[in-house]
């Protein structure tokens, strides 16, 4: 099994490139947070959507009882949507049973990546374990490890690259070889891997630092930073479904 990272969503993709892949996608501010949130608190789906007209489109075809139309530019909830891109924003009263149509600045386009994976899993450190736990107990008890890869596909940041994506990935490769052998690691994991070793001891200390994050803290969003770098908090594994295949749209539900 090979284990490799992306950094940024600033590639151009072959047609099978994931076909033998199960890859994890990363937004850690906000948009991977927020959707684990969401499904945890009951959400029926979230449908991920590259533009807002996209999304109030397909928003306009949808019950008024069960939908929602969320998402952000520039980190703020766009006129005339329900609800923002917050964790928070997104409650049990607000959001059980309700499918929630996404649109966000790099998340919802990173999740139309990797059309041909095996499987497409949205990854956070709010989720990092149950995501970890999940691929090890399930995926590749079924799986000889020999015959799948695993790819981190990362937001960034406007096609560049973020410290809050790959540490999360380093993070996360690094729970993956403590729990399987025969791993071979790309120079991007390794990478990614030790950039997460350097600042493990004060993680959220020092992504709060951070390019997104200081944006965010700077629009009013420091409670949603914090919450975006806990560890764990929303122990679900988001698992990416064709929706419809000829609008090439995609709903994320709990496996
Ligand atoms: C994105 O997709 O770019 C992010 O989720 C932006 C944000 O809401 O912070």
Do not use: W
């Not at 969003?221 to 988001?238: G, K, M, Y």
């Amino acid at each position: 099994m090979k284990v490799d990272v992306y950094f940024t969503t600033n590639f151009i993709e072959k047609d099978e490139q994931f076909s033998n892949s199960i890859v994890i996608m990363i937004d850690v501010l906000r948009a991977s947070s927020t959707i684990a949130n969401a499904l945890r608190n009951g959400a029926k789906e979230i449908i991920p959507v590259d533009s807002t007209e996209k999304a109030a489109e397909l928003y306009s075809k949808l019950s008024r009882e069960t939908r929602i139309l969320a998402g952000e530019r520039n980190g703020m909830k766009p006129t005339g949507f329900d609800l923002g891109n917050s964790p928070f924003e997104f409650t049990t009263d607000i959001v059980k049973g309700k499918t929630i149509i996404l649109t966000t600045t790099n998340g919802t386009k990173l999740f139309q990546k990797a059309k041909n994976a095996k499987l497409k899993i949205i990854g956070s450190f709010v989720n990092s374990e149950a995501v970890i736990n999940f691929i090890c107990k399930n995926i590749l008890q079924e799986i000889t490890p020999e015959n799948i890869n695993i790819n981190f596909l990362c937001a960034g940041n406007f096609g560049q690259f973020s410290y809050e994506d790959t540490l999360c990935a380093g993070y996360m490769i690094n729970q993956l070889i403590q729990s399987i052998s025969h791993v071979e690691i790309s120079d991007a994991s390794h990478a990614a891997k030790s950039l997460y070793h350097q600042y493990s001891d004060n993680l959220k200390d020092f992504l709060k630092t951070k390019e997104h994050s200081s944006y965010l803290k700077s629009i009013g969003f420091l409670e949603d930073v914090n919450f975006c770098l806990e560890l764990n908090l929303c122990p679900v594994v988001p698992i990416i479904h064709t929706y419809n295949a000829q609008m090439g749209l995609y709903s994320i539900r709990l496996n």
